[in-house]
């Protein structure tokens, strides 16, 4: 067996899982930690990343944590998720990848598209989790960003697959020349290779997932998260912004928020050590003040109105 998670890592530390929910299936693997320190790190992703693909992000957590990544319907391996299901479903295959997979409590962290899940995840289970990360969020989708995603999925239907990739990248990657981003270059060409060249299984699910963002509401921040929440994205991030994710932090009762100097939406590609180092702070509660790779650092206060931390009115069906 071989891995692109953690290069180097023996094969008989790497385990598969293979989970059933409301008729689709989907996959998850766990890379056993040397010397955990903390509970086991959940990693949930935005488009086009799979379980395997975390990359020196999941390298940098092993040392002090077990890393969980999944593909859950919708993504890499697993089936395709059609647009009719919305985001609390994705919610409960999650909860049934921790249920397989006997985890009771563990650390949690959302990238992109994987925000809006793990956030109604603390919604509604918060007793499974220690700590939330959400890197590069949104509440909603804003006019200007559901007409630029409509246009793709046009592009999509239209097999027009190299502007698709132009017009993916442009999304979330800092087309500002006068501002610094760390790898700027090569993770551009990386980029538009990999969005040129995805395959026909890849369309679908791409079409569908992105279809889903302009059918369902993102968010529903009426129910704030019930556990520390840490909201962080590049500072010349221009799809998740600074201010859209800042606005995310207001939503829970015991958040931080910060952005990362010198990256935009792909800070976790572009200064993967630091966002790692940022996350086992947060997940160690240590301090994430005088950092240098943090532009911002702040405890947020909740945005006037923000009801006290409560039960859920009504549960998720959980996945049992």
Known sequence: MSTNLAPGVPAKHVSLGEHHWGGFRFTSQIVASPSPQLAPVVLVGGAFQRKETWGPLASAILPVADVVTVDLPGWGDSDTLPDSYDGSFLTATLLRVLDDLGLDRVNLFGGSYGTSIVYRFAQFHPHRLHKLILLGAMSCLPDDLRVRLGHMLELVQAGRMAQFAAESVALMMSQDPDVKVRRHAAINRLLQSRFASITDD???????????????????????????????TGEHDP??????????????????????????????????????DMMIRFYHGQPLTNLPYLRVSERVAARPGTPAMRQPAEELITAG
């Open 202 to 232: 890849e369309v679908e699910k791409c079409w569908a997932n992105t279809s889903r963002l302009l059918l369902h509401e993102s968010m529903d921040t009426s129910i704030p998260p019930g556990i520390p929440t840490l909201v962080s």
């Open 239 to 276: 799809f998740t912004t600074p201010e859209r994710c800042r606005a995310v932090a207001t939503t829970c009762t015991d958040a931080w928020f910060t952005t990362i100097a010198d990256a935009d939406h792909l800070s976790f590609l572009e200064r993967s050590a630091e966002v790692a």
